[in-house]
T-cell receptor, first 114, second 113 residues
C-alpha cells in the first residue's frame, strides 16, 4: 500500500516569511496525483494545491508552490509571505490515477507568529 | 454552489448504541468518501462510494458501513459503538473516481461515552 509521510509534526514561521513543509511518499506506480490540504482550526479541510505526477513543472497557486521531485518521491509545499490566516494543519495526500483511495499524511501543524 | 454538508455536526452516544451520519455532496459530484480523524491516528479512510456502489474500502471492522443514494447523498452507520469510535468523521465529495480532488465537509464530531 502507498504511504505518505510528513516528518514535521509542527512548524512555525514569522509573518511575511517563507516556510516549507515536507512530504514524502512511497509508491510503485508511475501515474498519480499529489495534493496539499489545509485544515484551519474551524475544521473545514480545503484544497491548497495539486500536482499531476506526469507534469514536470511545479504547481503554483498564488503564495503557495510545490517542489515536486518524482525520483526522490518528495512533494514539499512552500508558503511565501506567510499570513496569520495560513495557520492550520496541513495534510499531504496521494491518489493513484487508477482511482484507488486517497492516502493522507499525518499532518503538519503550522503556527504563524505575528 | 453549495459545499459539502454533513449532519448532524455533533453527536453524543453511549457504548453499544448505533449511529447514522449523513453527507450531501456538492451538486454534480457523484463520488463520496468517508474518513475518520483522531488526534492519534490522523485521517483514516473508511470507504468511497460512486454511483451507489462502494468502490474502495479501508481497514475498518464491519461495524462501519455506508451507502449512497441515487441523488449521491451518502450515509455511514456505526453499530455497537465503542469508546474508540469517538472521532471527527469527515465526508468528502468529488466529481468522479480518479484524478479529481476531494472537497470536504465540516465533519460530524461523535463522542461515545
Amino acid at each position: 500500500a502507498q504511504t505518505v509521510t510528513q516528518s514535521q509534526p509542527e512548524m512555525s514561521v514569522q509573518e511575511a516569511e517563507t516556510v516549507t513543509l515536507s512530504c514524502t511518499y512511497d509508491t510503485s506506480e508511475s501515474d498519480y496525483y499529489l495534493f496539499w490540504y489545509k485544515q484551519p482550526p474551524s475544521r473545514q479541510m480545503i484544497l491548497v494545491i495539486r500536482q499531476e505526477a506526469y507534469k514536470q513543472q511545479n504547481a503554483t497557486e498564488n503564495r503557495f508552490s510545490v517542489n515536486f521531485q518524482k525520483a526522490a518521491k518528495s512533494f514539499s509545499l512552500k508558503i511565501s509571505d506567510s499570513q496569520l490566516g495560513d495557520a492550520a494543519m496541513y495534510f499531504c495526500a496521494y491518489r493513484s490515477a487508477s482511482g484507488n483511495q486517497f492516502y493522507f499524511g499525518t499532518g503538519t501543524s503550522l503556527t504563524v507568529i505575528p | 454552489k453549495a459545499g459539502v454538508t454533513q449532519t448532524p455536526r455533533y453527536l453524543i452516544k453511549t457504548r453499544g448504541q448505533q449511529v447514522t451520519l449523513s453527507c450531501s455532496p456538492i451538486s454534480g459530484h457523484r463520488s463520496v468518501s468517508w474518513y475518520q480523524q483522531t488526534p492519534g491516528q490522523g485521517l483514516q479512510f473508511l470507504f468511497e462510494y460512486f454511483s451507489e456502489t462502494q468502490r474502495n474500502k479501508g481497514n475498518f471492522p464491519g461495524r462501519f458501513s455506508g451507502r449512497q443514494f441515487s441523488n449521491s447523498r451518502s450515509e455511514m452507520n456505526v453499530s455497537t459503538l465503542e469508546l474508540g469510535d469517538s472521532a471527527l468523521y469527515l465526508c468528502a465529495s468529488s466529481y468522479a473516481i480518479g484524478i479529481y480532488e476531494q472537497y470536504f465537509g465540516p465533519g460530524t464530531r461523535l463522542t461515545v461515552t
